[in-house]
């Protein structure tokens, strides 16, 4: 029996595995290493905590001391000290269950992960006077998920991650729990960020635009699903009838970029698309289907190189030569199928013109005949790779184990679309027709927009985090804006007044034209001349004018928060008029807007008139007035008259969802107009300066797009805030009751 160097407390549990535990460990480990590896394990004896931590560390600590080295010992016993202060000491049988479990290659990247379980346990406990008191719901959650987090993303992405999750979701149990299991749709997107490699979205614009220069091809490309937890990323691209699909990320490999290793597939599938016909895969063999697939791949390989040389060196990087094949005689491998490696070696030797064998130098022979001719075909390639299949077929090839290892073409996609099948299947249809789906109900709503939010506190986006959604305001009575008209008609008349000096002069004449306002006599003579001598004549004859030098697109968005609801209860000085008695912000507003409309009518302006609340960062509404192809008639008019205000202002997501609206117009001044009568707020966020930094972020990528954004604020204390979102393009009315004759003044102000 043998006896350990060092002594301590051991638990009845321990006694059955004790020296089995040493002797393995002395096997694995130098003398002095043991003695700290024991010295800890009876450290953990003397916690109070039962069996179960010193047990787990006596069966894997020395396999963990092993891989990383000693070095670990140090931190992880100052973690576990720290842990068992706290009301989580509990957990600390779990930390040493999962920790020899995780990806950890160095002791910094394991004292980097017990730092984050210390930062969450602390921020997410019970505490009262900066006590904690309870032991936190989340540590658990992060233990069990920590090792399919860190087999996605290194460990200082991680802890990105985790203090994102903590930032937004701290004080909320239930949500940070979900947040740490990626079950909710911002803990994915913030995850996927912090994944290494290039993500599809950042070079889907490039991909886009090479296809279209080189193929001509103008289709969607999407990402992959995602595998599930547990399964290895096998999944390979493929073409489907709507477009293409790409891995969700990739990262350079052997040499070879992200991006380029993305244009590979893309250049393959657009191949596939140009030069493949599908065949008929009933009666074929699952062998005879993978040997077609294999020899179809380098002829659409070999095109590619002769349309652009430039693809070989990435080519040849990534299809390295692949390993010898195993002599299918000897006893370790008789049980093994060497199929796929075969096929690796073929599709080699086709792709760099270097035959490995007799086989290999027939197929070369006859592909590299096939292709002088011309593109040829699928149906060529067919029968190519039977051809090799007849010759080259063992009887090993039937044996389940197959060996995969360095037979994946890293480009290649999974040729799906190569193959059609004519019978589903053998089985006859006993059970008759099936019963009829039920109709699908028409969706009520268009699905949402998702939009990022700016964090100042990490200098960050929050991707995907506000869902917008698009709806046609209801529509009440045009008479109730006519009736808002009559009362404001001294301001419209001044209006008037300011319009036609305003009002472009330079009117250009449209001549030649099928419909016109006048006759074109020059055209109309000519064509009485034709017809006088037989000839058919043109019979655009008409003449057209339209303005020139005046080409304005402008989008008033108005904020419809609860506050608009409020009475005005500031009643003008002497002489300047002052609000009538039940008149509230809304209503004002809507006056306003109303005699906006009228003036960027007459001046020929195009505008859209667009409302906007939130409930929270899961529903932002914007209800559509007026739309920039409509007249400013009674429908628009009584859609304005039923605009309500309600919930609150989450203005930054608002900002960029009526950018993406007027970023779409030609125009030679693009203006978006922001009506509001108080800061950006909702109920879910409780630091106030949050959402004005996301509004002041907004403006700067609306800037970016070459946008003028301007705000006109009803808010006396819009100067605390105001500047830092808009600068000096904002205008502060301090009268609510003046709004009716400003805002149209201060539009032709913004576009004299």
Same mark, same amino acid.
């Given at each position: 029996?043998?006896?350990?160097?060092?002594?301590?407390?051991?638990?009845?549990?321990?006694?059955?595995?004790?020296?089995?535990?040493?002797?393995?460990?002395?096997?694995?480990?130098?003398? $002095?290493?043991?003695?700290?590896?024991? %010295?800890?394990?009876?450290?953990?004896?003397?916690?109070?905590?039962?069996?179960?931590?010193?047990?787990?560390?006596?069966?894997?600590?020395?396999?963990?001391?092993?891989?990383?080295?000693?070095?670990?010992?140090?931190?992880?016993?100052?973690?576990?000290?720290?842990?068992?202060?706290?009301?989580?000491?509990?957990?600390?049988?779990?930390?040493?269950?999962?920790?020899?479990?995780?990806? #950890?290659?160095?002791?910094?990247?394991?004292?980097?992960?017990?730092?984050?379980?210390?930062?969450?346990?602390?921020?997410?406990?019970?505490?009262?006077?900066?006590?904690?008191?309870?032991?936190?719901?989340?540590?658990?959650?992060?233990?069990?998920?920590?090792?399919?987090?860190?087999?996605?993303?290194?460990?200082? *992405?991680?802890?990105?991650?985790?203090?994102? *999750?903590?930032?937004?979701?701290?004080? =909320?149990?239930?949500?940070?729990?979900?947040?740490?299991?990626?079950?909710?749709?911002?803990?994915?997107? #913030?995850?996927?960020?912090?994944?290494?490699?290039?993500?599809?979205?950042?070079?889907?614009?490039?991909?886009?635009?090479?296809?279209?220069?080189?193929?001509?091809?103008?289709?969607?490309?999407?990402?992959?699903?995602?595998?599930?937890?547990?399964?290895?990323?096998?999944?390979?691209? &493929?073409?489907?009838?709507?477009?293409?699909?790409?891995?969700?990320?990739?990262?350079?490999?052997?040499?070879?970029?992200?991006?380029?290793? &993305?244009?590979?597939?893309?250049?393959?599938?657009? *191949?596939?698309?140009?030069?493949?016909?599908?065949?008929?895969?009933?009666?074929?063999?699952?062998?005879?289907?993978?040997?077609?697939?294999?020899?179809?791949?380098?002829?659409?390989?070999?095109?590619?190189?002769?349309?652009?040389?430039?693809?070989?060196?990435?080519?040849?990087?990534?299809?390295?030569?692949?390993?010898?094949?195993?002599?299918?005689?000897? +006893?370790?491998?008789?049980?093994?199928?060497?199929?796929?490696?075969?096929?690796?070696?073929?599709?080699?030797?086709?792709?760099?013109?270097?035959?490995?064998?007799?086989?290999?130098? +027939?197929?070369?022979?006859?592909?590299?005949?096939?292709?002088?001719?011309?593109?040829?075909?699928?149906?060529?390639?067919?029968?190519?790779?039977?051809?090799?299949?007849?010759?080259?077929?063992?009887?090993?090839?039937?044996?389940?184990?197959?060996?995969?290892?360095? /037979?994946?073409?890293?480009?290649?996609?999974?040729?799906?679309?190569?193959?059609?099948?004519?019978?589903?299947?053998?089985?006859? +249809?006993?059970?008759?027709?099936?019963?009829?789906?039920?109709?699908?109900?028409?969706?009520?709503?268009?699905?949402?927009?998702?939009?990022?939010?700016? @964090?100042?506190?990490?200098?960050?986006?929050?991707?995907?985090?506000?869902?917008? &959604?698009?709806?046609?305001?209801?529509?009440?009575?045009?008479? $109730?804006?006519?009736?808002?008209?009559?009362?404001?008609? %001294?301001?419209?008349?001044?209006?008037?007044?300011?319009?036609?000096?305003?009002?472009?002069?330079?009117?250009?004449?449209?001549? =030649?034209?099928?419909?016109?306002?006048? #006759?074109?006599?020059?055209?109309?003579?000519?064509?009485? *001349?034709?017809?006088?001598?037989?000839?058919?004549?043109?019979?655009?004859?008409?003449?057209?004018?339209? /303005?020139?030098?005046?080409?304005?697109?402008?989008?008033?968005?108005?904020?419809?928060?609860?506050?608009?609801?409020?009475?005005?209860?500031?009643?003008?000085?002497?002489?300047?008029?002052?609000?009538?008695?039940?008149?509230?912000?809304?209503?004002?507003?809507?006056?306003?807007?109303? #005699?906006?409309?009228?003036?960027?009518?007459?001046?020929? $302006?195009?505008?859209?008139?667009?409302?906007?609340?939130? @409930?929270?960062?899961?529903?932002?509404?914007?209800? =559509?007035?007026?739309?920039?192809?409509?007249?400013?008639?009674?429908?628009?008019?009584?859609?304005?008259?039923?605009?309500?205000?309600?919930?609150?202002?989450?203005?930054?997501?608002?900002?960029?969802?009526?950018?993406?609206?007027?970023?779409?117009?030609?125009?030679?001044?693009?203006?978006?107009?922001?009506?509001?009568?108080?800061?950006?707020?909702?109920?879910?966020?409780?630091?106030?300066?949050?959402?004005?930094?996301?509004?002041?972020?907004?403006?700067?990528?609306? +800037?970016?797009?070459?946008? &003028?954004?301007?705000?006109?604020?009803?808010?006396?204390?819009?100067?605390?805030?105001?500047?830092?979102?808009?600068?000096?393009?904002?205008?502060?009315?301090?009268?609510?009751?003046?709004?009716?004759?400003?805002?149209?003044?201060?539009?032709?102000?913004? /576009?004299?």
């Amino acid at each position: 029996m043998l006896a350990p160097q060092r002594t301590g407390p051991r638990f009845v549990e321990i006694d059955a595995i004790f020296e089995t535990c040493v002797a393995q460990a002395r096997k694995r480990l130098d003398a $002095d290493t043991v003695d700290a590896w024991l %010295d800890l394990a009876f450290w953990l004896g003397r916690l109070g905590r039962g069996a179960e931590p010193q047990r787990q560390w006596l069966l894997q600590g020395a396999e963990l001391l092993e891989r990383l080295g000693p070095a670990l010992l140090a931190p992880l016993r100052d973690a576990l000290a720290v842990l068992q202060k706290t009301p989580d000491g509990r957990a600390i049988g779990d930390l040493l269950t999962v920790l020899p479990a995780l990806r #950890l290659s160095t002791v910094a990247d394991a004292a980097g992960w017990l730092a984050q379980v210390l930062e969450l346990q602390r921020r997410s406990s019970v505490a009262i006077h900066h006590r904690a008191i309870d032991p936190s719901a989340a540590l658990p959650v992060f233990l069990a998920e920590s090792s399919a987090l860190l087999a996605r993303v290194p460990v200082e *992405g991680l802890g990105r991650w985790l203090d994102a *999750g903590l930032r937004l979701h701290g004080h =909320h149990p239930d949500r940070l729990a979900e947040f740490l299991r990626r079950q909710s749709p911002d803990s994915r997107a #913030l995850f996927s960020r912090e994944r290494p490699g290039l993500a599809l979205v950042d070079g889907e614009r490039r991909l886009a635009l090479t296809l279209r220069a080189l193929w001509a091809l103008d289709e969607p490309i999407l990402p992959l699903p995602e595998p599930a937890e547990g399964e290895a990323v096998t999944a390979l691209p &493929y073409l489907e009838a709507d477009g293409l699909r790409l891995p969700e990320r990739l990262e350079a490999r052997a040499g070879v970029s992200a991006l380029q290793r &993305y244009r590979l597939m893309a250049a393959h599938l657009a *191949g596939h698309r140009r030069w493949s016909q599908p065949l008929v895969a009933d009666n074929w063999s699952p062998m005879q289907r993978l040997a077609v697939e294999t020899v179809e791949d380098a002829r659409i390989d070999v095109l590619l190189l002769r349309r652009f040389p430039g693809l070989g060196a990435a080519m040849c990087a990534l299809h390295p030569p692949p390993p010898a094949d195993p002599d299918d005689s000897t +006893d370790s491998q008789r049980r093994v199928s060497t199929l796929r490696l075969r096929l690796a070696r073929l599709s080699h030797a086709l792709l760099t013109g270097e035959p490995g064998d007799d086989a290999e130098r +027939d197929v070369l022979d006859r592909f590299t005949t096939a292709l002088a001719t011309g593109e040829s075909s699928s149906r060529d390639m067919a029968t190519l790779a039977l051809a090799w299949v007849a010759r080259s077929r063992r009887q090993s090839d039937q044996f389940a184990q197959v060996i995969f290892e360095g /037979t994946q073409v890293d480009w290649r996609d999974d040729n799906r679309h190569l193959w059609r099948f004519i019978e589903a299947g053998d089985e006859e +249809d006993t059970l008759g027709d099936p019963p009829p789906r039920p109709a699908e109900a028409e969706p009520e709503e268009l699905p949402p927009r998702l939009y990022p939010e700016w @964090d100042a506190a990490a200098l960050a986006y929050r991707p995907d985090w506000v869902k917008v &959604y698009d709806r046609l305001q209801p529509a009440g009575r045009a008479a $109730d804006i006519d009736a808002l008209l009559a009362r404001h008609h %001294d301001t419209e008349r001044d209006l008037k007044r300011l319009l036609d000096a305003l009002k472009p002069q330079d009117r250009v004449r449209l001549r =030649h034209q099928e419909e016109g306002s006048e #006759l074109d006599l020059d055209r109309a003579i000519a064509a009485l *001349g034709d017809l006088r001598a037989g000839i058919l004549p043109d019979t655009r004859v008409q003449m057209s004018h339209r /303005t020139d030098g005046r080409d304005i697109a402008v989008l008033l968005l108005m904020d419809l928060s609860a506050s608009v609801n409020d009475p005005v209860n500031d009643p003008a000085p002497a002489g300047e008029g002052a609000a009538e008695p039940g008149e509230t912000v809304l209503s004002l507003s809507r006056a306003a807007v109303a #005699l906006l409309a009228g003036a960027i009518a007459t001046l020929g $302006d195009r505008l859209a008139i667009v409302g906007f609340h939130s @409930d929270t960062r899961q529903r932002v509404d914007l209800l =559509h007035v007026k739309g920039f192809g409509e007249a400013w008639d009674d429908a628009p008019k009584a859609r304005l008259a039923a605009v309500q205000g309600a919930f609150s202002t989450r203005m930054g997501a608002a900002l960029r969802h009526a950018g993406e609206l007027l970023s779409g117009r030609r125009a030679d001044r693009r203006l978006l107009l922001l009506l509001t009568d108080g800061r950006p707020s909702d109920v879910d966020v409780a630091d106030p300066e949050h959402l004005v930094a996301d509004a002041a972020q907004a403006v700067h990528e609306l +800037d970016a797009q070459g946008l &003028y954004t301007h705000c006109i604020s009803l808010d006396a204390q819009a100067d605390t805030y105001v500047g830092r979102v808009f600068g000096a393009r904002c205008s502060v009315i301090d009268r609510v009751a003046q709004l009716p004759r400003r805002l149209p003044e201060i539009f032709l102000g913004l /576009t004299r």
